[in-house]
């Protein structure tokens, strides 16, 4: 090889952001299936270093009776931890939804529910985010990439055979509307500011919008709540903390 050839190839390398200056999502200790009955949780607040996951799974049910169990779940998850009985929770919003308890002290929480489950995660510190899809989700995947995603994404995945797009697909959506919950964004305009490794399915974080803090800051972990569910769980300055997860009974 020339000198000249050598010198544009190290030019080349250089101009190109390295993935590896990107921070990989931090150890966890990430629950096996079947995750345990959530009684063992139910009467206990949460320790001073707890993450907590509620996994519920349900059958099929009328469009009606959703946000009655949704409401039913969240409360029986998130009542253990502030000492209270369900019904005495309180809810607000922040200034673009993303709900809260109005209670001293409490913890972060957020939620995600589709087809087969709700999945209710609980932080003690710091900001958590959740989004969970069925694995046999089959999305109009093009479609969807061009409107949400980035111009880079978009090519990524145009390059794949189909069920390598979808299954890609899948693993990206999740991990940004996670990311997009724990700040309380919305997913409008923001799903294409948050970028994760396209080869990488433990969900590695490559580039945030600068309203999300630093990078160091994050922690991302992809979870299987059930064998035909997959979900990423999103947090912000929850270092140290350990998780502990638990099945809500139908």
Same mark, same amino acid.
């Given at each position: 090889?020339?000198?000249?050839? &050598?010198? =544009?190839?190290? !030019? =080349?390398?250089?101009? *190109?952001?390295?993935?590896?200056?990107? $921070?990989?999502? !931090?150890?966890?200790?990430?629950?096996?299936?079947?995750?345990?009955?959530? /009684?063992?949780?139910?009467?206990?607040?949460?320790?001073?270093?707890?993450?907590?996951? #509620?996994?519920?799974?349900?059958?099929?049910?009328? @469009?009606?009776?959703?946000?009655? *169990?949704?409401?039913?779940?969240?409360?029986?998850?998130?009542?253990?931890?502030?000492?209270?009985?369900?019904?005495?929770?309180?809810?607000? +919003?922040?200034?673009?939804?993303?709900?809260?308890?109005?209670?001293?002290?409490? $913890?972060?929480?957020?939620?995600?529910?589709?087809?087969?489950?709700?999945?209710?995660?609980?932080?003690?510190?710091?900001?958590?985010?959740?989004?969970?899809? +069925?694995?046999?989700? *089959?999305?109009?995947? &093009?479609?969807?990439? !061009?409107?949400?995603?980035?111009?880079?994404?978009?090519?990524?995945?145009?390059?794949?055979?189909?069920? @390598?797009? +979808?299954? &890609?697909?899948?693993?990206?959506?999740?991990?940004?509307?996670?990311? #997009?919950?724990?700040?309380?964004? %919305?997913?409008?305009?923001?799903? @294409?500011?948050? =970028?994760?490794?396209?080869?990488?399915?433990?969900?590695?974080?490559?580039? /945030? $919008?600068?309203?999300? %803090? /630093?990078?160091?800051?994050?922690?991302?972990?992809?979870?299987?709540?059930? @064998?035909?569910?997959?979900?990423?769980?999103?947090?912000?300055?929850?270092?140290?903390?350990?998780?502990?997860?638990?099945?809500?009974?139908?």
């Amino acid at each position: 090889m020339s000198a000249r050839r &050598a010198a =544009r190839r190290r !030019r =080349r390398a250089a101009s *190109r952001p390295p993935e590896s200056t990107a $921070p990989a999502s !931090r150890p966890v200790n990430t629950p096996t299936l079947p995750w345990p009955p959530f /009684a063992a949780l139910a009467h206990q607040p949460l320790a001073d270093d707890e993450l907590r996951l #509620c996994w519920r799974p349900h059958g099929d049910e009328p @469009p009606q009776a959703r946000r009655a *169990r949704v409401d039913q779940v969240l409360r029986a998850a998130l009542a253990p931890t502030l000492g209270l009985v369900p019904e005495a929770l309180r809810f607000g +919003r922040e200034a673009r939804g993303r709900p809260f308890l109005q209670h001293p002290g409490a $913890p972060d929480f957020n939620l995600s529910d589709t087809e087969g489950g709700t999945l209710v995660a609980i932080a003690v510190r710091g900001r958590v985010g959740v989004d969970l899809e +069925r694995i046999d989700r *089959r999305p109009p995947v &093009a479609r969807l990439a !061009r409107r949400y995603f980035a111009a880079d994404e978009v090519a990524a995945l145009a390059a794949l055979a189909e069920e @390598p797009a +979808r299954l &890609a697909f899948l693993q990206l959506w999740t991990a940004k509307e996670a990311s #997009c919950k724990a700040t309380g964004t %919305g997913i409008f305009g923001w799903l @294409p500011r948050w =970028r994760f490794s396209l080869q990488d399915a433990a969900t590695r974080l490559l580039e /945030a $919008p600068a309203d999300a %803090g /630093a990078m160091a800051r994050w922690t991302h972990l992809r979870l299987a709540p059930s @064998p035909a569910h997959t979900a990423v769980l999103a947090l912000r300055d929850g270092d140290g903390l350990h998780l502990r997860a638990g099945t809500l009974a139908p």
